[in-house]
């Protein structure tokens, strides 16, 4: 598994890379494997103000559905179109064209908040 040093997590399974005040966010490799084979994503709250721990969207996988926590309150900005046709970029590539959505950070010392890589293996007790 694969855990980038550079991002942020939650209890979750999200991740957080910040770019300025926009932060990229989806799920961790940990989830998308737990999850298995990912057939959609529905985020419905593009330019939407959404709170820290509040839904922001699902997942769906072939046999399960899941609930998406935003892991800092920001804006909702944009929706990766990408996974409207290729949802399954999320399992092949969690970190990178995987993202999920991105939303502009008014705090960004929140972020502060969240578990580094090495918190996160730990809350995996891997």
Same mark, same amino acid.
């Given at each position: 598994?694969?855990?980038?040093?550079?991002?942020? &997590? %939650?209890?979750?399974?999200?991740?957080?890379? $910040?770019?300025?005040?926009?932060? &990229?966010?989806?799920?961790?490799?940990? #989830?998308?494997?737990?999850?298995?084979?990912?057939?959609?994503?529905?985020?419905?709250?593009?330019? +939407?103000?959404? =709170? #820290?721990? =509040?839904?922001?969207? %699902? !997942?769906? =996988?072939?046999?399960?559905?899941?609930?998406?926590?935003?892991?800092?309150?920001?804006?909702?900005?944009?929706? @990766?179109?990408?996974?409207?046709?290729?949802?399954? !970029?999320?399992? *092949?590539?969690? &970190?990178?064209?995987?993202?999920?959505?991105?939303? +502009?950070?008014?705090?960004? *010392? *929140?972020? #502060? =908040? $969240?578990?580094?890589?090495?918190? &996160?293996? #730990?809350? $995996? @007790? $891997?």
């Amino acid at each position: 598994m694969n855990f980038p040093s550079e991002l942020k &997590y %939650t209890a979750e399974h999200e991740w957080v890379r $910040l770019e300025g005040n926009i932060a &990229y966010i989806g799920i961790t490799d940990f #989830a998308q494997g737990e999850l298995g084979d990912i057939v959609y994503v529905d985020v419905t709250t593009l330019e +939407e103000e959404v =709170a #820290a721990g =509040a839904v922001f969207g %699902t !997942i769906e =996988a072939v046999k399960t559905v899941s609930d998406l926590y935003m892991p800092i309150a920001g804006k909702v900005v944009e929706v @990766n179109a990408g996974l409207e046709d290729n949802p399954e !970029i999320v399992n *092949s590539d969690p &970190y990178g064209e995987g993202w999920i959505i991105k939303a +502009e950070v008014e705090d960004l *010392s *929140s972020v #502060a =908040a $969240l578990m580094d890589a090495a918190a &996160y293996q #730990a809350h $995996l @007790n $891997l």
